[in-house]
C-alpha cells in the first residue's frame, strides 16, 4: 500500500518560471492538503481540497499561487512566476474523511523547490 | 484562531536518558486532536503520537507518551529510553474536528532534539 507519493523530490526553477509540484494521495483517501516549510519553521497550512473542489485555500498567496485536485490523476500545487521567496519544502498529505478511519494525516516526503 | 506554541528551540539529550519536550496551544474549542509529528533529516513527516481532547487518559506508544493537561492547554512529549535515532526535528500540532469547521493542521515552530551517544 504505497504512502503519498510527491514528485519531484528536488525542482530548481529560475526566477519567472513555472513550478508544477505533483501529489498523489494514499489508496483510499480523498482528501488532499498542501503545506510549506520555510527554512527553520513548521509547516504552513496553504491549501485542503478534495475531488474537483477547493474546500479551504485560506493559505493560499493571493497571486500566482494554484491547485487543483482532479477527478482522475494527481493533485497539483502550481506556482507562476516564482521569486526566491517561494524557496522552500512544499508537503502534500492526505487522508479519509474525518469520519472514516482515522483523523490522522498521511504525510509525502516533500518537494524542495529552489529558485535561483 | 488556533496557535501551537514551542518554547524550546533546541533540546539535547544522553542516550537511554528521557527528555520532554513541551508545547501549549490556544482554543477555544472543546474538542479537538493534538498530535506530535518527527522530521528526521530526510524531511519525512512521521506521526509519533496522538491524542483525542475528550479523551483523559494520556496516550502512549511504546516508548513515546505524552502528558495531556486540558485545562492548562498543554501537551507535552516524554521520549524515554532515548535511542540515537530519534534526533530530529518535533513538531506539535493541532487539528479541529469537523465540527470546529476546519480540518487543517496547525503546527508549532518545532524542537530540535539532539541524542547524545
Known amino acids: 500500500n504505497a504512502g503519498v507519493m510527491q514528485n519531484p523530490r528536488h525542482l530548481v526553477r529560475r526566477r519567472g518560471q513555472e513550478a508544477r509540484l505533483r501529489c498523489s494521495p494514499m489508496k483510499g483517501h480523498s482528501h488532499v492538503y498542501w503545506y510549506r516549510q520555510l527554512p527553520e519553521e513548521g509547516l504552513k497550512f496553504m491549501v485542503y481540497?478534495?475531488?474537483?473542489?477547493?474546500?479551504?485555500e485560506s493559505g493560499m498567496p493571493k497571486e500566482r499561487f494554484s491547485a487543483e485536485f482532479p477527478k482522475e490523476g494527481p493533485s497539483i500545487l502550481r506556482i507562476q512566476q516564482v521569486v526566491r521567496g517561494d524557496s522552500a519544502a512544499y508537503f502534500c498529505?492526505?487522508?479519509?474523511?474525518?469520519?472514516?478511519?482515522?483523523?490522522?494525516?498521511?504525510f509525502g516526503s516533500g518537494t524542495r523547490l529552489t529558485v535561483v | 484562531a488556533q496557535t501551537v506554541t514551542q518554547s524550546q528551540p533546541e533540546m539535547s539529550v544522553q542516550e537511554a536518558e528521557t527528555v520532554t519536550l513541551s508545547c501549549t496551544y490556544d482554543?477555544?474549542?472543546?474538542?479537538?486532536?493534538l498530535f506530535w509529528y518527527k522530521q528526521p533529516p530526510s524531511r519525512q513527516m512521521i506521526l509519533v503520537i496522538r491524542?483525542?481532547?475528550?479523551?483523559?487518559q494520556n496516550a502512549t506508544e511504546n516508548r513515546f507518551s505524552v502528558n495531556f493537561q486540558k485545562a492548562a492547554k498543554s501537551f507535552s512529549l516524554k521520549i524515554s529510553d532515548s535511542q540515537l535515532g530519534d534526533a530530529a526535528m518535533y513538531f506539535c500540532a493541532y487539528r479541529s474536528t469537523p465540527q470546529g469547521g476546519s480540518e487543517k493542521l496547525v503546527f508549532g515552530k518545532g524542537t530540535k532534539l539532539t541524542v547524545n551517544p
Open positions: 481540497l478534495q475531488k474537483e473542489n477547493i474546500i479551504d
Open positions: 482554543t477555544s474549542e472543546s474538542d479537538y486532536y
Open positions: 491524542q483525542e481532547a475528550y479523551k483523559q
Open positions: 498529505a492526505s487522508s479519509p474523511p474525518l469520519g472514516q478511519g482515522g483523523y490522522g494525516y498521511t
